[in-house]
């Protein structure tokens, strides 16, 4: 069964940086499209950037292109989300997830209730 755990959130000020990290365990991740959700207080879980098993194809959502970056390290077992020039907006509690049914990156991030593994999240506050 694999286990994710995620850390490296925190409070920043508005144009500030974090970096995420989701560390796997139970399975190696070579198998397995990964992706990071976010969701805030009254809102439902959203994508915001996945990346596929092998790390050829990436997705981001508009509203953290350009600012946000996955990667994946599998010799590691590692995944992480660096975001770049935070907003209050991005306050969320953010979460890594795992499929290994190999499907789309489009499915992955935008059917969140369709991806089996998920860790317990990790609180991201942007605020001055």
């Known amino acids: 069964q694999l286990q994710l755990v995620e850390s490296g959130g925190g409070t920043v000020q508005p144009g500030g940086s974090l970096k995420l990290s989701c560390a796997a365990s139970?399975?190696?991740?070579?198998?397995?499209?990964i992706g990071w959700f976010r969701q805030a207080p009254g809102k439902e879980r959203e994508g915001v950037s996945c990346?596929?098993?092998?790390?050829?194809?990436?997705y981001y959502a508009d509203s953290v292109k350009g600012r946000f970056t996955i990667s994946k390290d599998n010799a590691k077992n590692m995944v992480y989300l660096q975001m770049n020039s935070l907003k209050p907006e991005d306050t969320a509690v953010y979460y890594c997830?795992?499929?290994?049914?190999?499907?789309?990156?489009?499915?992955?991030?935008?059917?969140?209730?369709?991806?089996?593994?998920w860790g317990q999240g990790t609180q991201v506050t942007v605020s001055s």
């Open positions: 997830a795992a499929d290994e049914s190999g499907t789309s990156l489009s499915n992955l991030c935008g059917l969140p209730e369709r991806v089996p593994y």
């Open positions: 139970g399975r190696t991740l070579d198998y397995y499209a």
């Open positions: 990346k596929s098993s092998r790390g050829g194809s990436t």
